[in-house]
């Protein structure tokens, strides 16, 4: 369904979300792309109408940044001769039938009004685009992947057909990516962005908290979701920024659990990884308790050592800090917990892993600790769940500007030491802990909250319950004495 369907009914109007962000800030952005840009063209496409009324429309992360426009089928011409920018927008001609069913649309004239752009019809688009290129102008894109996770799998888009036509009539033409100049720019993240992604944080905030006052043995994953996501419409978030992740029992060792089918059972953790999308910007905060209100002693030692290596990586998230020590010290703080509790030979010992890996090149790729801890533990939040940030970039430090996570995981399963290649020393490794690993088996921790930082410091914004006490303690508050 049209997001001026959606989102007017629901929300207010798509108008009233995009300008939060104000008109003049796109302008800025726009203007500070060409200015890094200095002489070329970029062309920029945003998202399809869906094919059916059973999916509501959102528009693409790059060209809703340099737009701000909330409708399908358009199309950003950006235009840079010395740096200075000239930005025209392609808009598809909706038919007076489709109005009628789907809501009015803004006529061209008050668009150019209200963004500043010169408003043409996409059908002009091809030979305005050639007209370009034939007066030499260099050509830069902007894919419409739907998300950055998934640019490798781009080959049949709009975007890339089109780029694909404009070579095929230019022979010779050079054809450059514009992402990482936009992504630069996105990862320093303006005020009012920040409001937005604030109000995201604290709606995914209440929705946990909500949460973990419900969860009792006997719901399923699926009763918790309907509630963290009836909270997140109840507050005006337009939709989960993800898929939300909600895996108790076994499901809790798999990072990216989608089914929320299973029955939640006294000795369960439930891991709890969701976010809200307000005004097109995203949170992620994960929770992880235990289903009975109590955690037990295997469950508690997992947890805490989860959240200590969280609490080292806040300690090394400061301004001017670098990201990587900040994942170093998280790293270190479970190898060195895995170890005590003889999850794996010691902090340094290493195996043979199950998946690609290099070694010689990266040591700590092979020890025997990233088998429980596989993935990182940071990354930038915004028009994107992963979002660019400034600390991917150049010096890799935190700063002003920046909107991220902290999210260490440990995830404790046999059926890990069952992917393991029979090598020599997996076989060692495996034979040594494998009663440990029994004894607890099913654990899942992941821990995940949303920083901002600012000139004052770094910002911990998703205040949810994440003590080990404070948890227990508010379980046990709303649960009836027996």
Wanted: charged share 25%; glycine share 8%.
């Amino acid at each position: 369904m049209r997001v001026r369907l959606v989102l007017a009914l629901l929300l207010g109007s798509a108008t009233a979300l995009a300008a939060q962000v104000p008109e003049a800030e796109y302008a800025a952005r726009r203007d500070s792309v060409a200015a890094r840009l200095g002489d070329g063209v970029i062309v920029a496409f945003g998202g399809r109408e869906p094919v059916t009324d059973y999916t509501s429309f959102y528009q693409l992360p790059a060209f809703r940044y340099l737009t701000g426009f909330l409708e399908p089928d358009a199309a950003l011409v950006l235009v840079s001769r010395g740096g200075r920018a000239e930005a025209r927008l392609y808009t598809a001609a909706v038919p007076p039938r489709r109005q009628v069913y789907y809501g009015f649309v803004e006529s061209s004239a008050a668009l150019e009004a209200r963004t500043g752009m010169r408003v043409r019809p996409l059908t002009s688009l091809e030979a305005d685009v050639d007209s370009l290129l034939a007066s030499g102008l260099p050509l830069y894109e902007l894919r419409d992947y739907e998300a950055a996770d998934f640019a490798r799998q781009d080959s049949l888009t709009r975007g890339g057909r089109f780029v694909e036509r404009l070579k095929a009539a230019h022979p010779g033409l050079e054809v450059r990516d514009a992402h990482d100049i936009v992504n630069r720019l996105r990862a320093r993240r303006s005020v009012a962005e920040l409001a937005l992604v604030r109000r995201a944080v604290e709606i995914t905030v209440e929705a946990q908290r909500e949460a973990l006052a419900a969860i009792r043995p006997g719901m399923h994953e699926y009763e918790v979701q309907a509630l963290i996501e009836s909270v997140f419409r109840r507050r005006g978030a337009e939709r989960p920024a993800f898929a939300s992740i909600v895996g108790s029992g076994p499901n809790s060792t798999t990072l990216h659990y989608f089914a929320n089918r299973r029955e939640m059972r006294e000795g369960d953790v439930v891991v709890m990884d969701i976010g809200a999308s307000y005004g097109g910007y995203a949170a992620d905060v994960t929770r992880t308790v235990p289903v009975s209100g109590r955690f037990t002693p295997e469950q508690r030692a997992i947890y805490q050592l989860v959240r200590d290596a969280q609490a080292a990586a806040e300690r090394n998230a400061r301004p001017g800090l670098s990201a990587v020590a900040s994942t170093d010290s998280a790293v270190a703080v479970r190898l060195r917990g895995l170890a005590r509790l003889g999850l794996i030979e010691s902090p340094e010992a290493t195996f043979d892993p199950p998946w690609p890996a290099d070694c010689a090149r990266d040591r700590r790729a092979c020890l025997q600790g990233q088998l429980f801890m596989i993935h990182g533990i940071s990354h930038g939040i915004g028009l994107e769940t992963h979002d660019p940030a400034q600390f991917y970039f150049d010096d890799r430090t935190f700063k002003p500007g920046d909107a991220f996570t902290i999210e260490p995981g440990i995830y404790i399963s046999e059926r890990l030491l069952d992917l393991l290649p029979d090598t020599p020393r997996n076989r060692a490794f495996a034979a040594k802990v494998r009663a440990t690993v029994r004894k607890y088996e099913g654990i899942g921790v992941r821990i995940e909250d949303d920083y901002i930082v600012t000139e004052g410091g770094t910002e911990w914004v998703s205040r949810a319950p994440r003590e080990i006490d404070e948890i227990e303690r508010l379980m046990a508050a709303r649960r009836p004495k027996a």
